[in-house]
């Protein structure tokens, strides 16, 4: 039997033998280490010209105390603050590294990206509390510092998070990514560093999120412009529920916000009278994408599902996720499937 095979088969598992779920687990972390993450620390998306970025070693990072795996933390640390960490004026990351025209493999994009930024900080104060290694602590507060004081704007007596600190602030108005909004990662900062600066981002984050309600089923696009107290679509991006804001649900899941999940309710209902679920859902023309979702999408809407009591639909949507991971090769969705998986199966 294929290893790959095996391991959706001892996972399929669980529904007999909880008990199994840490060897399951340990099982797909290996194999996201073989095929994701480089013998030097690169985290790979290979889909999009083998590139990396900072929010895939703010994944890489997290995954690697999700699994009590220090060895491949400091691995991906080191190669995250050599090649990432080279802004001059902060300590934010650059987000982009990869293959440039010259043939060089180098940072393609210095501007940062929020999301790579919190999540890099997320692990890191993990790390340091799992492992006791005060300088992971250290390390983790520069950075933020560096995010409330550049990536946070405040209007009127809201907090918001800027996508990037440079090309999303326009003359009054602001380009927002909701699925940046890193809920778990707040109640990090704010014990870490008792600060209450971020109790109060966390519940403006949510209430955030909860506002953003298009289309049929009043779910969130992956981009919004905010123009005084309105929201809107952002014209500039797919106007689409897509492969973006899957992670407000994940993220609702890992802070165990339950009233964040219940705002997919209707959703779920779709999905289940649907029999499938949709890559993306058009929010202008209420109308879903013919291609059948990844790994992800199943693996995360059926932990949605258990949530809201719809325990049947959540065998079923779990069963054809795993089966989807036979032979996912996709960086993103094993990546979003394994954190998903670890949020859910505890």
Known sequence: MRLISKIVY??????????????????????????????????????????????????????SVFFSDKETFDKLWRWTKDNLQVRKADSLFAWSWGKHFSGKWTVLDYNNASDGDILIAYALCLAGDKWKRQE????????????????????????????????????????????????????????????????????????????????????????IVLKGDTFNFYSERPITFGFEAIRIPLYALMAEESELIKKFKDYIEFIERIDFIPQDFDLKENRFSSHDGLAMHYLLFSFVAKKLGKERLHELLLQRGLKKLETEKNYYSFTISLLVLKAGIK
């Open 136 to 223: 992971y602590i250290e390390e983790a507060m520069k950075i933020i510092e560096v995010i409330k004081n550049l990536l946070v704007l405040k209007i009127d007596s809201s907090y918001y998070v800027l996508p990037a600190y440079y090309g999303f602030y326009r003359e009054n108005e602001i380009i927002i990514n909701p699925s940046y909004y890193i809920l778990p990662a707040y109640r990090v900062f704010q014990a870490v560093g008792k600060d209450d600066f971020w109790g109060k981002l966390y519940g403006d984050s949510v209430r955030l999120l909860k506002k953003l309600s298009f289309g049929k089923y009043g779910l969130p696009p992956d981009w």
């Open 10 to 63: 001892i996972v399929m598992m669980f529904c007999i033998c909880q008990s199994a779920s840490a060897e399951v687990l340990s099982e797909y972390w290996s194999y996201y280490k073989r095929n994701f993450i480089s013998q030097d620390g690169r985290v790979i998306d290979i889909q999009n010209s083998s590139i990396s970025h900072s929010e895939g070693q703010g994944y890489g990072m997290l995954l």
